[in-house]
T-cell receptor, first 109, second 114 residues
Framework: QKEVEQDPGPLSVPEGAIVSLNCTYSNSAFQYFMWYRQYSRKGPELLMYTYSSGNKEDGRFTAQVDKSSKYISLFIRDSQPSDSATYLCAPHNDYKLSFGAGTTVTVRA | NAGVTQTPKFQVLKTGQSMTLQCAQDMNHEYMSWYRQDPGMGLRLIHYSVGAGITDQGEVPNGYNVSRSTTEDFPLRLLSAAPSQTSVYFC?????????????FGEGSRLTVL
């Protein structure tokens, strides 16, 4: 069993739609929950992160963590074609960072 | 600011050949790491280093060697390439000794082993 499971997608949505991305994890020691965005043929870049359970909002992006159910979510509001990318969840604790396989999102203009 | 630079961007090898993927960073980060990315598998840690002269194995180290003689450079060596090593390789660095979880990635090196 993988330590981090991520909905594989791919997702294709019209511009302006809400995108919902989800991951589950098995290691209860994870404390930080990162989301990376990876454009085609580029390296991943950190989009945002949360610490422990709760919500965090950054512009059109909202990250949610429910540690009781080991469930991580990322929501993109008013999605734009520039949001088309692969999104990787990455729970983290001390030196250990585990990546989900990624969900590829296409936002159609 | 160059960030993390990887060379080469593309490489084709024959089974049994050896090669080195280069990685350099100019951010004075102590922690550097190598990942491979395969479809459906996500990013998997190959080797990492918490500082010059110190390296350790990650999740999938077999068939790869690393060294860290300077803070800036962290080359990855494939000793005897196999088709299973066909992948996209990413080098990453982070400040704060890796505690922050924020990795700065290079643009990747695409390797095909025939």
């Amino acid at each position: 069993q993988k330590e981090v499971e991520q909905d594989p997608g791919p997702l294709s949505v019209p511009e302006g739609a809400i995108v919902s991305l989800n991951c589950t994890y098995s290691n209860s020691a994870f404390q930080y929950f990162m989301w990376y965005r990876q454009y085609s043929r580029k390296g991943p870049e950190l989009l945002m992160y949360t610490y422990s359970s709760g919500n965090k909002e950054d512009g059109r992006f909202t990250a949610q963590v429910d540690k009781s159910s080991k469930y991580i979510s990322l929501f993109i509001r008013d999605s734009q074609p520039s949001d088309s990318a692969t999104y990787l969840c990455a729970p983290h604790n001390d030196y250990k960072l585990s990546f989900g396989a990624g969900t590829t999102v296409t936002v159609r203009a | 600011n160059a960030g993390v630079t990887q060379t080469p961007k593309f490489q084709v090898l024959k089974t049994g050949q050896s090669m080195t993927l280069q990685c350099a960073q100019d951010m004075n980060h102590e922690y550097m790491s190598w990942y491979r990315q395969d479809p459906g598998m996500g990013l998997r840690l190959i080797h990492y280093s918490v500082g010059a002269g110190i390296t350790d194995q990650g999740e999938v180290p077999n068939g790869y060697n690393v060294s860290r003689s300077t803070t800036e450079d962290f080359p990855l060596r494939l000793l005897s390439a196999a088709p299973s090593q066909t992948s996209v390789y990413f080098c990453a660095s982070t400040p704060e000794g890796g505690m922050s979880g924020e990795l700065f990635f290079g643009e990747g090196s695409r390797l095909t082993v025939l």
